[in-house]
């Protein structure tokens, strides 16, 4: 049986029933290839001056090895800093083995992003250089917690390595390994830590 095309055209069943059944083939393919895409997760360099915070936003997140995160930063000077002695001699608190990262100064008109891949598993905490001391710091959990930042903050002051402030400290505190790993995403605490001038 022939049916009428568009355009007048004949088309027989067949022919439309093959090229159908390819069309829905070649879009499953691509919907597969967009599902496997994974997301590239953002993390925002936040700043509230009234309150006097600068604050990674979110402060934990959990990632999958192999995973990528973009940093994004729209005021100048901050940096997203690994805690590592080759980094302002800064106590070890990413996994042993795993590559320590400095992304520089951000927020200028040409460097307001980074990108860092997380290969090794385990928990890596970083920070600001410049702001660390208002509590710019945050946790990353890849894969499952493990290594260097499981430790109580503070473990390399035996070490000779650079003191952490208080309040990145009281930060890390409330952003556990294990809360991140269930909760996947965790926001930063903007009204524990917010104060109004003047302090």
């Known amino acids: ?44 360099i936040r700043s509230n001056y009234p309150q006097g915070l600068w604050y990674y936003d979110p402060v934990g997140l959990y990632l999958n090895p192999g995973q990528t995160v973009r940093w994004i930063c729209t005021k100048f000077g901050a940096t997203v800093t690994a805690f590592h002695p080759d980094n302002d001699d800064r106590e070890l608190r990413i996994p042993e083995g795993a590559q320590p990262f400095d992304s520089g100064l951000l927020g200028d008109d040409v460097n307001n992003t980074f990108e860092w891949t997380f290969e090794v598993e385990g928990t890596y905490d970083y920070f600001s250089r410049n702001h660390e001391v208002l509590g710019l710091v945050g946790r990353i959990v890849v894969g499952r917690p493990g290594g260097p930042a499981e430790r109580p903050l503070g473990y390399g002051g035996r070490e000779g390595w650079a003191p952490i402030f208080p309040t990145a400290r009281e930060v890390l505190e409330l952003v556990s390994s294990q809360e991140v790993v269930e909760k996947k995403l965790i926001r930063y605490p903007t009204r524990k830590f917010g104060r109004r001038f003047p302090y």
């Open 1 to 44: 049986m022939k049916r009428q095309g568009f355009q007048g055209q004949r088309v027989n069943r067949r022919s439309f029933m093959q090229a159908a059944g390819m069309g829905s083939l070649a879009l499953a393919s691509i919907g597969r290839v967009f599902s496997q895409t994974p997301e590239l997760p953002e993390i925002r």
